[in-house]
């Protein structure tokens, strides 16, 4: 029996995924919760045998259920991440570091782009590139289908360095300069989403000077929803910076609808980030529809991530069931879906790995390594809840404070988080970190950023190498 990271109750069913590859077979909660796993999966390092002693506690299996589908524990213990050893990892690239499931990240991609296919053939799942913007994940996903959503030169410039079609390209920004449209333009992104008048007029006089071809836009809507997010994250609520409310949607199209050198394709809409209901999405669409038949509507991301045990988010079918549904309802029927999933896309994927520095007993012990807001911004900028484990004993242990090495008493990883009788030199895993870390890592107290490795079928390789600290001397002129 082997040891998946996976429950029913964890994971959406994939029985309408006919992409989902993640290795090793889907374990009930019932047999996975059984006490006598003992044979292996296919040379796979599982769950300890009878009388091995118990290597994975009862907390630890509902742990491994927040870690990518391809994670499992060793005999001795030892947490596996796409087949590989942490400590192997740890060893070949030391600590902290990032380490993603290339199989989790291919299977979600594959049920983002078979399901949106499956309900509403017109469509493109685009990764919004903000996410996890280094080349290896726009390559990844681009062989899966996707196309990319970037905001600004710099996540442009990094997907056509991955080799990314430009035809599939939606640039987004609410201050794109002179510079990145012109960058766009003459990259022949496939889509401008216009944000605004200024936006409007200064898209029209670049594309007249660039190219004497047209341009395809959007016209970005806040359609005034307020999903129950974190206030950092919720923009299509009226007041938030990005878009133009109805009525200024209503003009901005009338007027590109006038335009020789910008062609109006649709309009946009994104309500959010870590939206763990599909209530407002569907109202998104709604408020899309109101504005009139365009050939491309794009319905944005947001659908939440499950970071921690309470978390429920509505699985990609459910979401997607929401969006075409609504869709089917009040959208054109030869209209083409564009939808722009981010977190959703590469969180789960996702494990930090660091090592510890120092155990400093107390009420609830500190446990300090050497990471922390450097390469994980989300607990202080969002409040985000993550869970972790002693890597080498996997889950069950006494509430810790598991902190960073940084000069803020605000820089926690995870606050009250049952750690197994850590020691200085055990490795910590956190998992569910895959989105919004890599993209937010900094170099605060001179914290070189971690490399990125990714893990498949028992092999790893770096994507991203750490900083050195000749790299931090690199832009500093004296
Ligand atoms: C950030 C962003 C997304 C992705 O949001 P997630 O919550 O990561 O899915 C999609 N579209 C736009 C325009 C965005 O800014």
Known sequence: MSFAATTPAARPSTARSTGNAAPGP???AAAAGSA?????????????????????????????????????????????????????????????????????VRARARRYVDGLAARW????????????????????????????????????????????????????????????????????????????????????????????RTQGVLVRVTP???PDTHEAVSTGQAGAKFGLLLPQAREA?????????????????????????TGPFARAVEALAGLGEFAVYDLGGGL??????????????????????TAGMVLPA??????????????????????????????????????????NLEVSLYGQR??????????GGERCRLVGRHCESGDVLSAGVPLRDPRPGDLVAVPVTGAYTYALSNNYNGARRPPVVFCRDGEHRAVVRRESYQDLLRRDLG
């Open 253 to 277: 199209v009338a007027r590109l609808r006038g335009s020789d050198r910008l062609r109006l394709d649709g309009v946009h809409a994104h309500i959010g980030s870590q939206i763990m209901e």
């Open 36 to 104: 006598t796993g003992t044979a292996t999966d296919s040379g796979r390092a599982t769950r300890s045998g009878a009388g091995a002693g118990q290597r994975v506690t009862a907390a630890g299996e509902e742990l491994l259920g927040l870690f990518p589908p391809g994670t499992s524990v060793a005999d001795d213990g030892t947490l596996l991440i796409g087949g590989v050893p942490v400590t192997e990892l740890a060893e070949a690239y030391g600590t902290p570091a990032l380490l993603v499931d290339e199989n989790a």
């Open 121 to 212: 053939p017109n469509s493109r799942v685009t990764f919004a590139s903000k996410a996890f913007p280094c080349t290896a994940v726009y390559r990844l996903l681009a062989e899966e289908g996707l196309g990319f959503d970037v905001a600004g030169g710099g996540e442009l410039t990094l997907a056509l360095a991955a080799g990314a079609d430009p035809e599939g390209l939606v640039v987004h920004g609410n201050a794109k300069t002179e510079e990145e449209l012109r960058l766009a333009v003459e990259a022949r992104a496939g889509l401008i989403v216009l944000d605004s008048f200024d936006d409007i007029d200064r898209l029209e006089r670049i594309v007249g000077e660039v190219s004497g």
């Open 304 to 325: 939440g991530s499950r970071y921690t045990y309470r978390d429920r988010p509505p699985s990609v079918e459910h979401y997607l069931d929401t969006l075409v549904g």
């Open 26 to 28: 889907r374990v009930p």
């Open 334 to 375: 030869g209209a083409r879906i564009l939808i722009e999933p981010g977190r959703s896309m590469v969180a789960e994927a996702g494990v930090s790995l660091y090592r510890v520095v120092t155990v400093k007993p107390g009420g609830q012990p500190f446990v300090a390594v050497d990471g922390g807001m450097g390469d």
């Open 224 to 226: 005034d929803i307020r």
């Open 386 to 395: 993550f869970e972790a484990t002693v890597a080498t004993r996997v889950g």
